[in-house]
């Protein structure tokens, strides 16, 4: 099992012969220092950021940084902590193993005010019953996710948006 620092168990070794599942790890805090991990794996899903983090290819592999927070009080109010990312990767089979042939984002936005309601932030500005005044903490996520998620290229390496 090999291990990012500060991070959990991600995964075993491909197999010999043909490829077994896609190879997905989970880690904790994921840095720079993935490139090794990446090599032998097919994705790397980074956690516990609390905040929206870059996505990037790393020799062909995707690897998410930090996908924010679903639910979480922190006792923070900063919009920032509202936010988080859907990712879906489709991979296929392949002679000689598995690869992503399509990588996708939505950004989400936690509405707390009443009960707690998970946001697809895209969805919610293209419907005209959204309340006006929740608007603006949408388009801020909106925007502040698709900023974040294509620092290191991103959208210019095939991510693209899940959208209405």
Same mark, same amino acid.
């Given at each position: 099992?090999?291990?990012?620092?500060?991070?959990?168990?991600?995964?075993?070794?491909?197999?010999?012969?043909?490829?077994?599942?896609?190879?997905?790890?989970?880690?904790?805090?994921?840095?720079?220092?993935?490139?090794?991990?990446?090599?032998?794996?097919?994705?790397?899903?980074?956690?516990?950021?609390?905040?929206?983090?870059?996505?990037?290819?790393?020799?062909?592999?995707?690897?998410?940084?930090?996908?924010?927070?679903?639910?979480?009080?922190?006792?923070?109010?900063?919009?920032?902590?509202?936010?988080? +990312?859907? %990712? /879906?990767?489709?991979?296929?089979?392949?002679? !000689?193993?598995?690869?992503?042939?399509? @990588?996708?984002? *939505?950004?989400?936005?936690?509405?707390?005010?009443?009960?707690?309601?998970? +946001?697809? %932030? /895209?969805?919610?500005?293209?419907?005209?019953? !959204?309340?006006?005044?929740?608007?603006? @903490?949408?388009? *801020?996520?909106?925007?502040?996710?698709?900023?974040?998620?294509?620092?290191?290229?991103?959208?210019?390496?095939?991510?693209?948006?899940?959208?209405?």
């Amino acid at each position: 099992m090999r291990r990012l620092p500060g991070g959990k168990g991600l995964g075993r070794e491909r197999p010999a012969g043909r490829a077994q599942a896609p190879r997905l790890p989970v880690g904790s805090n994921p840095c720079r220092d993935v490139i090794p991990v990446a090599r032998v794996t097919d994705m790397l899903l980074g956690n516990h950021a609390h905040g929206v983090q870059p996505v990037e290819p790393i020799e062909g592999e995707w690897v998410v940084y930090g996908r924010g927070n679903l639910i979480a009080d922190h006792g923070s109010r900063s919009p920032e902590k509202r936010e988080g +990312l859907l %990712v /879906r990767f489709t991979f296929t089979e392949t002679p !000689t193993g598995w690869r992503t042939t399509a @990588a996708e984002f *939505a950004p989400l936005l936690t509405d707390d005010r009443g009960p707690v309601r998970i +946001l697809d %932030v /895209r969805r919610s500005l293209a419907d005209p019953a !959204t309340l006006p005044d929740l608007r603006p @903490a949408l388009q *801020a996520a909106h925007d502040r996710t698709t900023v974040i998620v294509d620092q290191r290229g991103a959208t210019q390496a095939g991510l693209r948006p899940i959208g209405p």
